[in-house]
């Protein structure tokens, strides 16, 4: 994996976030709001996987769109991030955007290595996960979640539960007492990917601060 590094060389807190060239083209707004959002110091590293359905699904399921199906390859990819923060005066947390959300919040239940995770618009529609949640322990304490208001409108049959599977994960999550808000954000899946990836960061850099 492709390794950009963004914010300050010597902050203390490293956020962790898988993109695709496509949230590369906004990173740099992400960085500028979450300077707003937060008066935290903060190094970004993001990781530019290679097959987004691939690298960052946690297990096969077939095509929900499309022809593609999904590769289950985030073990592998988690593996080649955990060889990369092994700074332990550093705090790390680990977040992302629609699938890259997803992968975000799974890690959590395979590593202590995160202190916190923003998941954005996280693809918790994705098959069984919710189910996983309920089967296990979350690894950290601090959880944001967040989705559109209209994605939850979406044609797609298996898409379309995800307002009902985020509202499940935060009831898990507040169940088993970890430190979880859910935020409902204007708009379908494809608006504001920055802003609300930048909200996400935001939340876990001011939470820390306010400790």
Not at 47 to 73: I, M, T, Y
Not at 96 to 104: I, K, M, Q, T
Not at 191 to 203: H, N, P, S, V
Request: overall charge negative.
């Amino acid at each position: 994996m492709k390794k950009y590094e963004y914010g300050d060389p010597g902050a203390r807190v490293v956020l962790i976030q898988p993109v695709d060239k496509r949230d590369l083209s906004f990173i740099e707004s992400e960085i500028e709001i979450i300077k707003r959002l937060t008066d935290s110091s903060f190094r970004l590293v993001a990781f530019q996987v290679n097959d987004w359905n691939r690298d960052l699904s946690p297990w096969e399921a077939p095509p929900v769109f499309g022809k593609e199906g999904f590769g289950g390859g985030a073990c592998a990819t988690l593996e080649e991030i955990l060889t990369l923060i092994s700074d332990k005066t550093k705090t790390y947390y680990i977040g992302g955007y629609s699938l890259a959300g997803l992968f975000a919040l799974w890690a959590e239940y395979q590593t202590d290595a995160f202190s916190g995770v923003a998941a954005a618009s996280p693809s918790v529609w994705f098959p069984g996960f919710t189910e996983y949640m309920e089967e296990r322990e979350i690894k950290c304490s601090a959880v944001y979640l967040s989705l559109g208001d209209s994605e939850s409108k979406a044609r797609n049959k298996v898409m379309a539960t995800v307002g009902d599977r985020i509202q499940k994960a935060h009831s898990i999550l507040l169940q088993r007492g970890a430190d979880c808000t859910l935020e409902w954000n204007e708009g379908n899946h494809f608006k504001d990917a920055d802003y609300r990836t930048a909200k996400a960061f935001a939340w876990l850099l001011n939470r820390r601060k306010n400790a």
